[in-house]
């Protein structure tokens, strides 16, 4: 088999294989680094990306809140949705209150996010697209069923 290795190593065509090879792979890794990463998120379903949050679940107003996770870093934020798309940026942990009636709530991070697709009136105060960045300890939540484009840069 040494042998045979050997002598294969001596061919000029051998080389020219390894070095095809060698150039390829690093090719496509320069693609896939380059290549931007999208995450379609649709509120009120899990998805892939989504976990189904239920606050205050013993008492008598329990809450249930879909949470999407995705990569940390910086993304720019679009919608399909032609009205009004609202979501939040949140904190993984779940804060405790001290109220009976509500013990449970969400550590928002900042102010509600409003975008759209839309050409109305109204929709021309709104954004077309957000630049936001989310840290590793944070989550997104949607509010309404709207779809929001997450492309990280």
Known sequence: MKEKLKKLSKKWWFWVIIAFLIIGSIGMESDNNTQSKKYVLTGESVGKY??????????????????YKIPSGNYKVTTTYEKIAVF?????????????????ELNYVGEAYTLTNGNDVLNEQINK?????ILDDESIEI???ETLIFEKE
């Open 50 to 67: 989504g976990k189904e949050v239920i606050l205050n679940k013993n008492t008598d107003l329990p809450t249930t809140k879909y949470l």
């Open 88 to 104: 939040y940026i949140v904190k993984d942990e779940i804060n405790t209150t001290g109220s009976a009636e509500y013990p449970e």
């Open 129 to 133: 697209s957000i630049e936001i960045t």
């Open 143 to 145: 509010v309404g069923t």
